[in-house]
Structure formats: C-alpha cells, structure tokens
C-alpha cells in the first residue's frame, strides 16, 4: 500500500513559520516528483511548490522568496518550509507524489490544516 501521511499544520500568526513534512510508505520518493498542493475554501486546488527526482524545483509566483521544497531521500520524506506566511496561505496542505508516462502514477495524502491569523 502507498500512503502519504502529512504533518506540521496549524494555527500561526501572521509573518511567523511552520515546516510541512510528508512522510510516504511503499513508494520511493526519490523517484518521483513530489509536490505541495493546497486549497482554500470555495477555491481550486493549486500547485505551491515541486521538486524532481534531480532536485529541481519549481513554485508558484505567490510563495517565492518564502517557502522551500526539500527532500530527503534516507528519511522518505518531503518538507516544506513556509515563511513570512500571510493570511492567503491559510488552505488545507496536500502531499503529492507522481511519475509522467509510461509509469504513470498520482498519489495524494489526506491533507492538513494551515491557517494564518491576522
């Protein structure tokens, strides 16, 4: 069985830091490009931030400058660091983890809560 199991999610008050991380079983994550996600109430899910199985990594406009995408790859996980966060981060945080074709694959954890006070 996969499984991505996030944590690190909370209440936090404007300007401060919280560290996501993503915790995955019966996959490698080395050999996948693993992402964050999230979604806000009445909104799309969007794309926050992805890294390669070569370390490159990718963000949305929205969040550079502020949060970094790592892996590590003895421990299995995946993190993100959020700094200076802003109320427009609130949203629920999602792990992802996939692979392009002809191997193609999607997984998704459960989510977990971020919300930024004024």
């Known amino acids: 069985q996969v499984q991505l199991v996030e944590s690190g999610g909370g209440l936090v008050q404007a300007g401060g830091s919280l560290r996501l991380s993503c915790a995955a079983s019966?996959?490698?994550?080395?050999?996948?490009?693993m992402g964050w996600y999230r979604q806000a109430p009445g909104k799309q899910r969007e794309l926050v931030a992805t890294?390669?199985?070569?370390?490159?990594?990718n963000y949305a406009d929205s969040v550079k400058g502020r949060f970094a995408i790592s892996r590590d790859n003895a421990k299995n996980t995946v993190d993100l660091q959020m700094n200076s966060l802003k109320p427009e981060d609130t949203a629920v945080y999602y792990c992802n983890a996939r692979r392009p074709p002809p191997f193609e694959y999607n997984y998704w954890g459960q989510g977990t809560q971020i919300t930024v006070s004024s």
């Open positions: 890294i390669s199985s070569g370390g490159t990594t």
């Open positions: 019966g996959i490698r994550l080395s050999i996948n490009v």
